[in-house]
């Protein structure tokens, strides 16, 4: 099945990324020097099954998705999410 945009997908990954613990995170990942945020599957599941399920569904949209939000939000170029 090819990658396919998902419907809301960015919209959700704003909501999801600028949450208060994300954003900590995100600060902190950023102060280090890293550019990967890492977060649990089980977070995205808890905040939205669609948003997690868009992972599997279209892969590259979401990622590159999550980037474009994380660079946004940090202003950060190549800040990237990582899923576990």
């Keep these: 099945m090819p990658d396919r945009e998902p419907d809301n997908v960015k919209e959700k990954l704003e909501k999801f990324l600028h949450r ?9 990942t950023a102060t280090a020097g890293r550019k990967s ?3 649990a599957f089980e977070q995205l ?3 939205d099954m669609e948003l997690a399920k868009s992972i599997l569904d279209s ?3 979401f990622f590159n998705s999550a980037a474009d939000v994380l660079e946004g939000i940090t202003k ?4 990237r999410l990582r899923v576990m």
Excluded: C, Q, W
């Design 45 to 47: 599941l808890e905040f």
């Design 76 to 79: 950060v170029p190549g800040m």
């Design 20 to 28: 208060k613990e994300i954003l900590n995170e995100l600060r902190r």
């Design 37 to 39: 945020l890492v977060i």
């Design 59 to 61: 892969p590259s949209y």
